[in-house]
């Protein structure tokens, strides 16, 4: 569960159905259960204009309770880079209206958020859930590159090979967490990296 | 709220009656020069002296912010109110010397919008008319749907149709002409910025179905005027220093004080820093609390004030300055 | 008679310095000996001939060096200038804003001629003389925000106004204490401030925040901030950290009065008229200790400061290396005797 420390680390919610009638989820992972879980507390005939998105692991865990809900659509993407290019064709169909509910790892979170942004959609507006890793994106001030799946504390920047504090300092626009290097002082101290999000 | 905006010197340069019930009012400043600048959907605070009695109320600018020589705003006449609307009808004539507030704006676009739609009704109108040539200006995407009683009353209807097309639709009550409003709310891009100006039961209507069709509260804007109100004047012993002092309707607590000769710390002038915070002897009447530094606790309690922006009312206050 | 202005350097050998009238109207931060955060906000109006306060826009003997650094830091990493799509006319407002407040308190560098919406605009230190269109970006060599604060001192964060929340959506950063507005860009007041210590329990930002969404056109606001920095460096970025980082490491009792600065920023707050939003100038200005020395008693109250300045914030200004030399140095300077009240050298 992610904990709350600095302001600009976001903090997610519990999906709640929202009224209206078309509804886009996008999840990975166990994500998939935080619509389940919800589907408990929707209306009758919430599903019937529900768009879901769900990015499986390897094993096709949880895609038959997601069948079960019975959405309007169901889809089935291996990664996120593959649903990025219809995820954009929906937006600039949709039109106002359509409610938006994300929900599994922090980075799958972000980065539909930032699609979602840049298609006009408030973030305030936007239901999160957080399941799963607590694997983080992280840009690296420096070279400005974004590290995926980081899970240590220090980690090294997959671009420029600087030790990076991993802060919790975190931006909706990038999707990342801002990373910063941690001996600049003193090159020669070098801090343990520890497992901190897994 | 705004701790006093800056005055602005004007007179009265014209009175053009445009229907039955509405006037339109034209200011330039006294000194000549330009008026501010200003962002549509601003209005400003006309002090009326009337008499013993001061009113402030606030009216939308309806021009251009391209073009500030003059500033207009049109007052529907309301023979139930408080009389403000009266006064400006009856008594405002060309070359009249008044003072207005400088523009504010509690009801500005959201400048990211991909799309802006307004919904106004009857005098609702005003603020849309500095909009709508803001975004005409500078290329931006809006439509205006304008509701009104009858032709007659539709303020402004045909200027704003010559001035923009097919971008402006009107509904007349008298004809049974009434906005589809579950389509219209059920058909505008992602992206799209509401906002609604008419009477109170409009926007409450507007309101309801954009949130049942799905609209996020931040994209639905809505007018609401908060009218700021001349304080009543009323006196203060001041302990300390051994003063009897008189609050005036135009000045704040702080200024009075100031005016004794007494000089509390001060610095913000705002009510959030503390400095001029001010303990009570003794009172006998109500605080207005207009600060955020005190506690909802020290504000019941009626021991402590801040005088830069909070005032009293009743028969006796003491303060230990 | 006007400004003569240093041919000086920010970086590399840091040839920077101030003459004894910049020393004396530097703006010393602290009224008394202990700091702590605190809603200091005040009006912005125009203070006493000879200050920093004697325009409510600040140009100095400084200015060419500055704006020359800035075009160093922007060529190396243009994203220290970034404006949201939506802020192009807030971008006007704050460059009618700038030319009208440095002509007006600078007439012999600066001239603004305006004829309807074509300007001229005139600026003799940087050797510019532009005809444009006020509105119509494609008459300027840049967007208006990076127009006219490459030829304006100090950083400047343009906010904009909505849901009683301010948003950092435009900004040019190249004298900044430690932040990134590339990362920043986007964040609403409190997030922006997320990493600063202890100020988000005492409601300071909550206070702060009300009183600035209020403010009026015609009524701006300001408040000091400060720092310390190694070296008159002004791009103390985080984007540059690995470079200027190893500064911290290198103080010596020897060389505290030369390279061990103090850095405070003069905050602005403006209500912009067009587009309804708030500019946030944050002029920075350096001395260095031996400099400030000169004025005995804020030898002794600085010394003060820092000695007894709370772990949390020594840590956050990035202070902790160096403190112990440089309270040492400064104690030599301290014989405890009463301070005057205010900030003025005596």
Known sequence: MAAKTIISRPIYGTLSPQPGKHHLFIADAEGALAITDMAGKAPPGFFDGAEIVFIAGPEGKHIAALEALKPAQ????????????????????????????????????????????????????????????????????????????????????????????????????????????????????????????? | MSTGTTKLDVVVSDVVPVNDLVTRFHFRRRDGELLPTFSGGAHVVVEMRDGERTRLNPYSLMGSPLDTREYTISVRRDDVGRGGSLFMHRSVKPGLEMVISYPVNLFSLDLRAKKHLMLAGGIGITPFMAQTAQLAGAGGNFELHYTCRTASLGTYAD?????????????????????????????????????????????????????????????????????????????????????????????????????????????CRGGVCGQCETNVISYDGKFIHNDHWLSEEDHRSGCKIMPCVSRFEGKSLVLER | MGITFRKETFRDDFTFRNSPEHIRRFPFPFHEDAYMYAVNIEPHVVGPKGSVLEN?????????????????????????????????????????????????????????????????????????????????????????????????????????????????????????????????????????????????????????????????????????????????????????????????????????????????????????????GIVFPIRCYLIKMDELVTQPKWARRLHRVIRDLPEELATYKGLTRYRPTLVEWLSKLDDGSATSPGFGPD
């Not at chain 2, 008419?198 to 996020?216: E, F, K, Q, T, Y």
């Not at chain 3, 690995?242 to 405070?264: A, F, I, Q, S, Y």
């Open chain 1, 74 to 198: 169901l889809h089935l993407p291996p990664s996120f880079a593959s649903l990025l290019p219809r995820l954009k064709q929906t937006l600039t169909n949709a039109q106002m209206g359509l409610r938006l509910y994300l929900a599994g790892t922090e980075g799958l979170i972000g980065q539909a958020m930032q699609v979602a942004l840049e298609a006009g959609i408030d973030h305030t507006s936007m239901q999160t859930e957080h399941r799963g890793s607590l694997a983080r994106r992280m840009q690296c001030v420096h070279c400005k590159g974004i590290t995926e799946n980081v899970t240590t504390q220090p980690a090294t920047c997959s671009h420029c090979g600087l030790l990076l504090l991993v802060r919790d300092h975190y931006s909706r626009r990038l999707a990342a967490f801002q990373g910063v290097c941690i001996n600049a002082e003193d090159r020669s101290e070098i801090p343990p990296m520890e497992e901190a999000f897994p």
């Open chain 2, 159 to 267: 200027v704003l149709q010559q001035r923009h097309g097919n971008r402006v639709r009107l509904y007349h009550d008298d004809r049974e002409e009434r906005i589809d409003l579950d389509r219209l709310l059920s058909s505008q891009p992602l992206g799209t910025h509401l906002y609604v100006c008419g009477p109170a039961g409009m926007i409450n209507w507007v309101r309801d179905r954009a949130a049942a069709l799905g609209w996020p509260p931040e994209t639905v804007h809505y007018e609401h005027f908060a009218a700021p109100q001349p304080g009543l004047p009323f006196d203060v012993t001041l302990a300390v220093s051994g003063k009897t002092i008189r609050v005036g309707e135009q000045q704040s607590l702080l200024e009075a004080i100031e005016a004794a000769g007494v000089d509390p710390p001060c610095l």
């Open chain 3, 56 to 276: 409510l826009i600040d140009v100095d003997e400084h200015y060419v060096a500055e704006m020359q650094d800035r075009a160093l830091v922007l060529a190396e990493d243009p994203l220290r200038c970034q404006s949201l799509p939506h802020m192009t006319l807030a971008g006007w407002d704050l460059l009618e804003l700038l030319m009208e407040q440095q002509a007006l308190g600078y007439p012999e560098h600066f001239t603004l001629e305006r004829n309807g919406d074509r300007w001229r605009w005139i600026n003799r230190p940087l050797g510019i003389d532009d005809t444009f269109t006020f509105g119509d970006t494609s008459t300027l060599p840049y967007g208006p925000m990076e127009y006219i604060t490459r030829q304006s001192q100090g950083d400047f964060c343009i906010l904009d106004q909505r849901d009683g929340n301010l948003w950092m959506d435009a900004g040019m950063v190249t004298t900044q204490a430690d932040w990134s507005l590339d990362f920043d860009i986007g964040m609403n007041f409190f997030e922006w401030h997320a990493p600063v210590p202890l100020a988000h329990e005492k409601g300071i930002f909550t206070r702060a925040l009300k009183f600035l969404t209020n403010i009026q056109q015609g009524k701006p606001a300001r408040r000091l901030n400060w720092t310390m920095t190694i070296n008159p460096r002004l791009d103390t970025s985080p984007e540059n950290y690995h470079k200027w980082g190893p500064d911290r490491g290198t103080v010596t009792p020897e060389n505290v009065g030369d390279k061990v600065h103090l850095r405070v920023e003069l905050q602005s707050f403006w209500r912009l008229p067009r587009s309804n």
